[in-house]
């Protein structure tokens, strides 16, 4: 199905998609002039703003829409995203974000931002799909259906990293899942993990996300224009003896994304974060003779020993594994 561009004219079928989707909720309820009057001449509304709006038809009927406009500092917001359900997983909505996302890159965007409905789950679950996650406050519009909404973010251009709080590490599960399996199903070692299906992958980034809300894990996502592909972490929990130490897990980057620095960038804000939590000394493991020994071995950590057999390959090889340390 093609895209084109919306129009003023559209009116009626944006009033219509989004009424029906709206009514799948408990409590939206839609006061047109009272509080969406834009709907009345969205294309304009969204032109005078910098912005862009597209649609997609079926039978004569607006089947999906999005808009897209900048916020100032390189940042895009995307809007009024609604795909009708008899049209939802088709690859519409897909279509309709690739839209939104291409002309915020033409625009100069960095960074895209989005509000959605706690209510709408469903929205929620596309979107950390396609690499967003939750990004501060949530906010409370006090409008006739009570509407509270979550704050999602992305980087949209270049390598980024950034440090996850609680909210964002849970909205990550899903991509990180990706990331995680992809490079187990790439020969990576899984050492203290079962055998790797989605599945199982997302409830240890379950486990991670409750951590980091307890303080005791930092989880640090890498984003590859616009796709998070890749993570690591900080094990604070230590003994009680050993205050001065945290443990660095899953350096992963996914295949694809790899000979980008991208782990590289992912090892220096876990150690900056190891500084200013007060750990002066990183331990890790890692297979013996792989590209992640060399990467250590690069960035000056220690060698420490090495233990035979310690861990598994992704297809259940025992393999060596290299333990080093670093003082930060």
Known sequence: MSLRPGRDADAAGFIALIAACWAEYPGCIMDL?????????LASHYAGQGGALWVAETEGAIAGMVATRPLGEGAWEICK???????????????LLDAAESHARGG???????????????????????????????????????SIEFPYAKPLTGLAV???????????????AAVLKDCVDGGASVSYLPPLDLATARAFWRRAGTDVAAGKRIVFAA????????SVQLDLATPPNQPHRADLQKLLVMRRARRRGIARRLMAAAEQAAREAGRTLLVLDTCAGGAAEALYRSLGWTAAGCIPGYAVTGDGAPCDTVIFYQRV
């Open 223 to 230: 984003w590859a224009d616009g796709e998070l592909v890749g």
């Open 162 to 176: 950034q440090r996850l709080d609680a909210a964002a590490a849970t909205s990550a599960e899903y991509r990180l």
């Open 81 to 95: 995203m609604y795909v009708a359900r008899a049209r939802r997983g088709t690859g519409l909505a897909q279509a």
């Open 33 to 41: 002039d009272g509080e969406v009057p834009e709907l009345r001449a």
């Open 108 to 146: 100069g965007g960095a960074a895209m931002k989005l509000w959605s409905d706690t209510r709408f789950d469903r929205a929620h679950r596309f979107y950390e799909k396609h690499s967003y996650v939750r990004s501060g406050p949530i906010r409370a519009l006090d409008d006739v259906s009570n």
